[in-house]
């Protein structure tokens, strides 16, 4: 079982950068792929990134460049630095742990907006 905490969301300005944090709680956090998904408004949840157990990733096209993912095995924790952001990342941001199941969070907001 693994709880997973987000924080780091907010409003931002296009262009401007946000770096998310998900706190994870539990055993084994070494073993899980972690990821980030996003939900906006009247939309289906998408893949973001993912970073896997040996730490190689993968990016959806619409964000390859501008976000990066990272983890951190020693303090169970997972990070995505945004940079150049745009109005249509606006979103809930979801952390997601990845073995035998699936875990995810409770999301942070992330509104890109002048």
């Known amino acids: 079982q693994v709880q997973l905490v987000e924080s780091g969301g907010g409003l931002v300005q296009p262009g401007g950068s946000l770096k998310l944090s998900c706190a994870a709680s539990?055993?084994?956090?070494?073993?899980?792929?972690m990821g980030w998904y996003r939900q906006a408004p009247g939309k289906q949840r998408e893949f973001v990134a993912q970073i896997g157990t040996s730490g190689s990733t993968s990016y959806a096209d619409s964000v390859k460049g501008r976000f990066t993912i990272s983890r951190d095995n020693f303090n169970n924790m997972v990070y995505l630095q945004m940079n150049s952001l745009k109005p249509e990342d606006t979103a809930v941001f979801y952390c997601?742990?990845?073995?035998?199941?699936?875990?995810w969070g409770q999301g942070t907001q992330v509104t890109v907006s002048s």
């Open positions: 997601n742990a990845k073995w035998v199941s699936d875990f």
């Open positions: 539990g055993h084994l956090f070494s073993k899980y792929a």
